[in-house]
């Protein structure tokens, strides 16, 4: 299994809804990243999981909660979301270090949030 | 930190040409250089890399090249094919306590007019 699997693939929230992202990966890979990418920009980086413990949070409003249950699933929890955070969420994950390989991206939610 | 130019942003070129998109990077700790691959509605895909202690690699119809001494990087495309119309981002990696830290480009949307 090669993949990084999201769901769901598209969803729209009211901006007082609670929603969750799901990620999965099962090719052993011990970081896990959350991204959004806004129409024509590149991935912006918002979590960062290595070995299951949060390593970095990019200054990411408290709207926005991840987790990660184990080594093989991230959630990104969404709460009191607002417009401009409509954008497509992109999960990665990859091995510790470069000399393996680069990230693999799941194919991203793309968010609506009305 | 790390900062990643990438040009053009636009790309157009006949079926059958050829497509070069330059990039450059300021980190001389940076150690892994992916090219991505963004099609309209899914995640980046990467399409091929280069570490820091080679100067080309080639996969078929494309390679990358990459200068150290100059900081510079670049991904070549021949024979383009409509299929390879997408947006490329470039990308320069270091590896930070269990994690790849990565700065993107900002990509270059590359049209292929068969």
């Known amino acids: 299994d090669t993949e990084v699997t999201q769901t769901p693939k598209h969803l729209v929230m009211g901006m007082t809804n609670k929603k969750s992202l799901k990620c999965e990966q099962h090719m052993g890979h011990r970081a896990m990243y959350w991204y959004k990418q806004k129409a024509k920009k590149p991935p912006e980086l918002m979590f960062v999981y290595s070995y299951e413990k949060l390593s970095i949070n990019e200054s990411v409003p408290s709207r926005f909660s991840p987790e990660c249950p184990n080594s093989s699933l991230l959630n990104l929890h969404l709460h009191a979301l607002q417009p401009e955070d409509s954008a497509l969420y992109l999960c990665a994950s990859s091995q510790g270090f470069s000399y393996s390989h680069g990230y693999t991206f799941g194919s991203g939610t793309r968010l609506t949030v009305v | 930190g790390e900062n990643v130019e990438q040009h053009p942003s636009t790309l157009s070129v006949q079926e059958g040409d050829s497509a070069v998109i330059k990039c450059t990077y300021s980190d001389s700790a940076s150690n892994y250089f992916p090219w991505y691959k963004q099609e309209l509605g899914k995640g980046p895909q990467l399409i091929i890399d280069?570490?820091?202690?080679?100067g080309e690699k080639k996969d078929q119809r494309i390679a990358v090249t990459l200068n150290k001494t100059a900081k510079h990087f670049s991904l070549h495309i021949t024979e383009t094919q409509p299929e390879d119309s997408a947006v490329y981002f470039c990308?320069?990696?270091?590896?930070?306590?269990?994690?790849?830290?990565?700065?993107f480009g900002t990509g270059t949307k590359l049209q292929v007019i068969p």
């Open positions: 990308a320069a990696t270091t590896d930070s306590g269990g994690y790849q830290k990565v700065t």
């Open positions: 280069i570490r820091s202690n080679v």
